[in-house]
Each structure stands twice: as C-alpha cells, then as structure tokens.
C-alpha cells in the first residue's frame, strides 16, 4: 500500500493501551492520519512511503498538550521574576503591554513559544492573550494546534475598549476559524477580579450558546480569595458557580 509517511522509532509509547512500550515499531500515516502501528520489518514489507524516517535512538509519544498559556508573552521572559502576583501584574506586566502589545508583537512572540513548544513535544497549546486573531493566524499557518481564548477584561486595551467590544471581537475569531480543524475557541475572562458580575453572565450565555469552553484563572493566590470574600461575601469559584460559570 501506498502511504504519505513511516516513521521508524527504537520506541513507541501510545496512550492505549496503558502501560505498554512497543520496541522497533513503525508509524503508517496517510492522509494526516495514523492508520496504522505494527513492527517496523512488518511495516516495510506491507507500505510504500513518500517519506520514511528511522529514529534509532528515539522514543514516540503522542504529543504533548499546554493546557494554559499566554503564548506571545514569551517576548516578557525575565522583565519581572520571582515577584507577588498583583505587584507583577500592576507595576511590571500591565505596563508593559501597554506599551508594547499589537498584532505584530503578538505573533513574534507566539512563533517563538511555538518554536519553543514543538523542541519540548508539545503539539497543543491552549491560549489566552489579546488580538486571539494573530495567535490563531499563526498557529493556522504553521500548522499548530490550538485553543484560542477570546480574552475579556475591564480595562481598556489596545485591543478592545469595552466589555461589548471584547466579545464582539472574541465571536469575530470565533467565526473566522470555526472550519479550521487545528483552531479551536473559548472565551477567556481573564480572572474573577477582573471581570464583572454582568460580563461572566454574558460568556456563560453565549459559551453555552455557541458551544465552547471557558478558560479563566481562579483561585490563583490567598490574596484573591480574601478580596472575593470580603467584596462578595464568598470564594470566587462559589460566585462563577452562581453566575452559571
């Protein structure tokens, strides 16, 4: 049979089933999908393939998944370490997206983590960062998958003005990549001290509406536990459980 790849490693660790190690095995890929896993002799006497690796020396795993990133703030690395969260993010972070961020720095940095991701495995990533659009564009054009977060903050960005604005624009990338197969979306409230009351009810609607997750940061230090609880009367993932998050 003709196939578009066979890649020959020393070892091929699958996720199922469990606990087992294939030694001198083979990887039939056809039309971007694996159709088949069998010993590397075996693999060579059954498929003709355009390409054939042989990795000797190396083990194959399925690729790894980032499960919360802010992809482009790879271009921020050692501004500002080893420092309290909110005195991070007032004194250091915010200011210097102010200053810095738009569409061009948003993809150079997203390249770079990508570059970075796929040295260490990682096929995957899920994202949360403004102007989602650059991200989800490069991602697209390198062959990346993704989780794209369509961020909403109260504040003011370089990306957006407004709540309103915010989701207008996160269901405008919606709309844009919902046929890309590499490029999926969910709203990213950045944090429950960052975003109201009325603008959590709003995602949980049109999330359940347009049938996408939610990313957020909750519970990240004591510090926001006490605030919630001393402006709410309560912790902030009982608040986004009442809120219908």
Known sequence: MNIDTLIHARWIIPVEPENTVYENYALAIKNDKIIALLGSDDARKKFT?????VLEHHALIPGLINAHTHAAMSLFRGIANDLPLMDWLNNHIWPAEKKWIG????KDGTKLAIAEMLRSGTTCFNDMYFFPDSTAEICASVGMRAMIGLIII?????????SDEYLAKGEYVHDSFRHNPLISTAFAPHAPYTVSDDSLKRIAVLAEELDIQIHMHIHETTDEIN???NKYGKRPIDRLSELGL
Do not use: G
């Open 154 to 162: 109260d504040l003011p960005t370089l990306w957006a003005n407004s």
């Open 49 to 53: 393939a355009t390409e054939e690796l």
């Open 103 to 106: 569409p061009e720095f948003v």
């Open 227 to 229: 605030q919630s609880i």
